[in-house]
């Protein structure tokens, strides 16, 4: 096993993402012709990218090829491959010409696959952060292992992996995902009660819910708060969320204030689906300035 020291520790998938723009109306059963963009995806890996801004983490992953090595390479932020045979994942994202979501495709299989690798070996009172593309045996045998003594974090990845956390809620201290995930892991048509049956199986539980453009729903303690992002001229939600989950954690880890952790990370998410990132500690000044349009009902 690999010791962990770093406060935040990150075990999930990193691959690049291939984003597909339509130049045009769509015709079905056709050629249609696109703009094309690449970059390193994975939800664990986007969130670990952030934190790393702030602070040093700690990434656990399948082999990565040596470009991939390369072009993740950061001081900040350390990759521990967990085995031996190189993994070939990607994930391509198709949006409108208007920038509007319309499919993801996902060849994460390996995650699914592998079942022999190298286990960090973490020491306690971690931020440990997970995505849902490792296996659902695996996911539940280290999270009920380690949740005693570190925080758990869950980031969702799709709502057909959403099914692995269904027996280890009350294992999770953070859960991020979108609004489709969440009624897909409840079986609900409604946000508030989705998060009413996951609080009836764990009250310490903190929900994070994204609705694309629309709001955010966090629920805490005994309280659902409905927020609303910045309008912005969104240009790729890709990673949107993400970006979120990363700025909510290292501003919680930082213990700041209930109204700032909320502001600051969704204007984050919001920032990002624009087309924009933050690269240095100083554009987190940029955030804090687009923070003060967000509202919190």
Do not use: W
Not at 123 to 144: M, V
Not at 146 to 153: E, F, G, M, Q
Not at 259 to 273: E, P, V, W
Request: with cysteine; hydrophobic share 40%.
């Amino acid at each position: 096993m690999r010791k962990s020291k770093n406060v935040f520790v990150c075990i999930g998938a990193v691959h690049y993402d291939y984003l597909l723009k339509l130049k045009s109306n769509i015709t079905n059963f056709r050629t249609n012709p696109i703009l094309q963009s690449r970059k390193i995806g994975g939800v664990a890996y986007n969130v670990a990218k952030l934190l790393s801004i702030f602070k040093k983490v700690n990434f656990f992953s399948l082999k990565l090829s040596q470009q991939l090595k390369k072009d993740v390479s950061n001081t900040n932020l350390k990759i521990n491959e967990m085995n031996n045979k190189n993994t070939n994942s990607y994930y391509i994202a198709l949006s409108d010409k208007k920038n509007k979501f319309l499919l993801g495709l996902a060849n994460t299989d390996i995650y699914e696959k592998t079942i022999s690798f190298k286990l960090p070996k973490i020491i306690e009172k971690k931020y440990l952060i997970f995505d849902l593309n490792f296996s659902k045996i695996f996911l539940q045998k280290i999270i009920k292992k380690l949740s005693k003594k570190n925080t758990i974090i869950v980031c969702a990845t799709s709502i057909h992996k959403i099914h692995k956390i269904k027996n280890i809620i009350k294992n999770i201290d953070f859960l991020f995902l979108n609004k489709g995930e969440l009624l897909k892991l409840t079986d609900s048509k409604n946000i508030y009660i989705a998060v009413k049956k996951i609080k009836n199986k764990n009250k310490n539980l903190t929900i994070c819910a994204t609705n694309g453009k629309n709001n955010v729903f966090f629920a805490t303690n005994n309280k659902i708060y409905k927020i609303m992002p910045p309008k912005i001229k969104i240009k790729n939600e890709n990673g949107a969320g993400d970006a979120l989950a990363g700025m909510m954690i290292y501003l919680i880890s930082e213990n700041y204030s209930h109204n700032n952790i909320l502001k600051y990370s969704i204007a984050c998410g919001s920032y990002y689906a624009s087309g924009k990132n933050i690269k240095n500690k100083n554009d987190f000044q940029k955030i804090k300035n687009l923070s003060k349009k967000v509202l919190i009902n």
